[in-house]
């Protein structure tokens, strides 16, 4: 199997935005705050979608195809 290394981008994308996402200090500066609300609307799914996208891609290959072609 050929990794594509945008999905693996994409994935190291997906885990600092979980990692900036669920760090929220009391003493933060505003504009973080605000930042990290935008980031929690969606950093979690993006993180599902792009290890599903994955994972679909894997037992496709290892089930002899059928899955996600990458």
Known sequence: MNRL???D???AICIILVVI???NPDNAPEW???INLFIY???MPLFM???GYVYAA???NLRG???VSL
């Open 5 to 7: 290394i945008s999905i």
């Open 9 to 11: 981008i994409a994935k």
């Open 21 to 23: 996402g669920h760090y």
């Open 32 to 34: 973080y705050h605000t």
């Open 41 to 43: 609307t969606f950093h």
């Open 49 to 51: 979608f792009a290890s």
């Open 58 to 60: 894997t037992i496709g």
């Open 65 to 67: 195809g059928g899955g």
